[in-house]
């Protein structure tokens, strides 16, 4: 069922936790099946809890799969690689380290380039990140607009195949949420990189993303997915557009009808 | 868990009152308030030595005690002079018979430390081989140990390096293996999803956030290793500054006494400050928090 173009395919992909507390399984994700095509920007939507972090960190390689393949190009993913690299949610930035030695972090721990070639092409990174004069900045001084911006340098210096954001924008304001939403696209617009984007904000979804992956509840699977047909370049005022209300909507629905359903009796009501 | 019992000294000197530090000021400090601290601080000690004084001058004419119970603080400030001009006194030797047992001890606890704080936190198992001594010997005052010692080492400096060894190996262990494992776990997620080998990450990440917690320890060791000095030789010793103190003691050269006492409280103060200093010095990258 792999289509010519698919980046990355996921298929009945288990992702299973061992719970110290009450000794128990504790199924995340239960048979995601989903196909990344190459190039395409796709962003996961789900209840709170449902898992969608949880599969994001598997096809990074950090946790592993307990069931179900996940390709990337055709290669299995069992670690962390250079084909891949993540912005996190929490910044995740080296305190003691300035803005220039976080963002060349990421190169630095793959060990793929050469220091002159790193520092020349960091520069460039900060420049589009629109860091310029923040280099020698510490990341305590910096706001978590700014401090997001180093995350998605770091992670697009090591130029990988495929992009992963985990709730990149969540923990920002409103105001500078969506200025670093525009900013990301026009950014991505430049490589058009394959990304995977995980949001529980449903117009950032469908603001960014060519195709909008809906996720049921814990444990998550896909429940829906849903294109995208909104011409880009995209600027913050298609937000209003009947198009796109008619998309937030849908997912909306969706994601109500998952909530609606019976809670699992297991652990019922716990958010992972 | 030996882990939590780190003892983190917070200066009792430093800041203002919660009250003040609630509220942020509106205009523009006066420029005195920046010495008010310091003005303070020096008016209450002048205070204290005036009434000392005032109290030893009373007792000379009054003769409630003998004079030798309460020396003057000018008495004290003679024989400090005296201390170190008098050629029949022989400070140096003392001086560098409990320096050297410091300076040996205590940078000995500093390198074996260091490496065995950073092997228990990198090292889960080797932690749960040594926390068993651990917790005992820290728990254990060390002094109890110097009888031992005298008689494994004799009384001259191998025991006092023993115990100012063991004094200040503790806080250093504890304190590094604490600043191992309170290596921020996003920290370390972000280095494995690049891919960073474990050396690096020991390396770039584990071992600078840890610098804080070590420096603090190597901090709370020198006033370990003092009291080692200073206990070990009240105890049984040749030379030195503890020796020195007793001696003067015996024989009621209470003057004196006071003097070695000072001499000993500014050595462990200056210490401390310097390590104060250097700890201030890797934290430049720590947000700026008002003093």
Redesign the interface.
């Known amino acids: 069922m792999r289509t010519a173009s698919a980046k990355l395919v996921a298929s009945g992909v288990v992702v299973e936790y061992w719970l110290a507390r009450s000794e128990a399984l504790f199924t995340a994700v239960e048979g995601v099946d989903l196909e990344v095509r190459d190039g395409e920007f796709v962003a996961i939507v789900g209840p709170s809890g449902c898992g969608k972090t949880t599969f994001l960190n598997a096809v990074?390689g950090?946790i592993p799969i307990a069931a179900g393949s996940l390709t990337l190009d055709g290669r299995e993913i069992s670690?962390?690689?250079?084909d891949r690299?993540?912005v996190?949610q929490?910044p995740?930035l080296?305190?003691?380290?300035t803005v220039l030695g976080n963002v060349l972090?990421?190169v630095?721990?793959?060990?793929t380039m050469t220091k002159g070639e790193a520092l020349e092409r960091a520069k460039q990174q900060i420049e589009l990140v629109g860091l310029i004069g923040f280099e020698d900045a510490?990341?305590?001084?910096l706001s978590g607009g700014m401090q997001q911006r180093v995350n998605l340098a770091r992670a697009l210096l090591?130029d990988p195949e495929m992009l992963l954001l985990d709730e990149p924008f969540a923990s920002l304001d409103a105001q500078t949420r969506e200025m670093m939403q525009l900013e990301l696209l026009k950014i991505w617009n430049r490589s058009r990189k394959t990304a995977l984007f995980i949001t529980h904000d449903i117009k950032e979804a469908i603001y960014l993303a060519d195709r909008v992956i809906v996720f049921t509840k814990r444990p998550g699977r896909v429940k829906d997915s849903l294109e995208i047909e909104i011409p880009r370049p995209r600027d913050l005022r298609v937000k209003r557009d009947p198009k796109f209300l008619g998309y937030e909507d849908r997912i909306w629905d969706s994601i109500q009808e998952e909530l609606a359903a019976k809670p699992e009796r297991l652990l019922a009501g716990m958010t992972a | 868990m030996s882990i939590k019992e780190i003892d983190r000294v917070i200066p009792v000197t430093r800041g203002e009152s919660v009250k003040t530090r609630e509220r942020r000021s509106v205009v523009k400090p006066k420029r005195w308030k920046r010495y008010e601290p310091l003005a303070i601080g020096t008016i209450a000690v002048g205070a204290f030595l005036g009434v000392w004084q005032a109290a030893a001058t009373a007792n000379m004419t009054a003769k409630w005690m003998p004079a030798l119970f309460l020396p003057s603080p000018t008495d004290t400030a003679d024989a400090f002079v005296k201390l170190f001009t008098d050629p029949r006194q022989n400070i140096w030797a003392d001086l560098g018979t409990s320096g050297f047992e410091f300076a040996t001890g205590y940078v000995g606890a500093l390198v074996i430390g260091l490496g065995l704080g950073l092997a228990m936190g990198w090292y889960t198992r080797l932690q749960y081989a040594l926390d068993p001594f651990v917790n005992f010997l820290y728990s254990t005052p060390r002094i109890v140990l110097i009888p031992l010692f005298i008689i494994w080492f004799g009384i001259d400096w191998q025991s006092k390096v023993a115990v100012i060894f063991l004094g200040a190996l503790f806080p250093v262990i504890i304190n590094t293996m604490a600043g191992v494992r309170n290596t921020d776990g996003a920290l370390l997620r972000v280095a494995r999803s690049f891919g960073a080998s474990e050396a690096l990450i020991f390396q770039r990440v584990v071992l600078p956030g840890a610098v804080p917690f070590i420096l603090t320890g190597f901090r709370l060791g020198v006033g370990h290793a003092l009291t080692g000095v200073v206990v070990g030789e009240l105890i049984a010793a040749r030379h030195g500054v503890g020796k020195l103190i007793s001696d003067f003691g015996v024989t009621f050269q209470t003057p004196k006494m006071f003097a070695a006492i000072l001499f000993i409280a500014g050595t462990g103060m200056l210490l401390t400050w310097l390590l104060q200093r250097i700890e201030g010095r890797f934290q430049s990258w720590r947000p700026q928090i008002k003093s």
């Open positions: 990074d950090l670690a962390p690689g250079r690299a993540m996190f929490q995740g080296l305190p003691w380290r972090f990421g630095e721990a793959q060990g510490y990341p305590g001084e090591t």
